[in-house]
């Protein structure tokens, strides 16, 4: 089967040998930064979407057009705690999702305009010693291929294949127009949906001659061990293999301790590099970030993992902070990476 070291990157090949080399780095939580300005509606909107009849606060990825000061800051934060990659602002930015706030027409202009903020952040920051990596992120859609949204009629769907390619394709065309390096398809709830963003990534490889890196990372959802749409881990792996992501792993929903034996069983599946970004632990309101874990606990239970050898990339999801990210930087900086069956070969096939 091929793998990732058998395409040849047209943007962000530098990555699979620097994975060879040592864990990299991701950021954290956009959403959790993003809370710490207590925006109000009126700053969501900013001064070009003053008219709008309808509510937009907490649409954050209108933020990179109404405050992109905002959202750089962010992004600086980040790369000033040491990652090595950064995710645009863009995990709802595709068309399905702002329907929700009836911006649909705007979602082009979003994905670019983050697209632009990472960039710029990722250029100042980057070094020959450490350069830095932008990071396409793509959502899964609040709307679901697989799962009906009537608990009355299991065969009902909100959104079709085709919708979803369409949309995926419309944001992915945007983010690589904007200067992204790399495309991460996350917080994986449905299989089908994933194949959608895959699908619509494969079309834009062959339509612009670019080939650019895939992360793939699915969210376990409770101790089954399964995703929403009924996927284990093997299935979720088996079943999105032939994309040939780069790394390949697991994000949100579940803090690090209780995503371990997940990523054990990943690290033992994979023929590509591992990524782990959990939560900062559970839901918790009187904590200042929303979850309860410190910089110390995550970071402590993160390097546990790659002692063990089971990681090649580590960063945070909901509730993790600059502080966490510059924790879990400090702690995996001289452990060595998962070595994996093919990890010595090179992309030069």
Known sequence: MQNAYSLRYTRGSALPALLARRILILDGAMGTMIQRYKLSEAQYRGERFTTLDHDVKGNNELLS???????????????????DIVETNTFGATRIAQADYRLEAFAIEMNIA?????RAACDRYSTPDKPRFVAGAIGPTPKTASISPDVNDPGARNVTFDELRDSYYEQAQALLDGGVDLFLVETIFDTLNAKAALFALDQLFEDTGEVLPIMISGTVTDASGRILSGQTVEAFWNALRHARPLTFGLNCALGAALMRPYIAELAKLCDTYVSCYPNAGLPNPMSDTGFDETPEVTSGLLKEFADAGLVNLAGGCCGTTPEHIAAIAARLADIKPRAWAHYQEKNDS
């Open 114 to 118: 983050s697209a632009q903020l990472a």
């Open 65 to 83: 057009i109404t405050q992109p000061q905002i959202i750089g800051q962010i992004h600086e934060q980040y790369l000033a705690a040491g990652a």
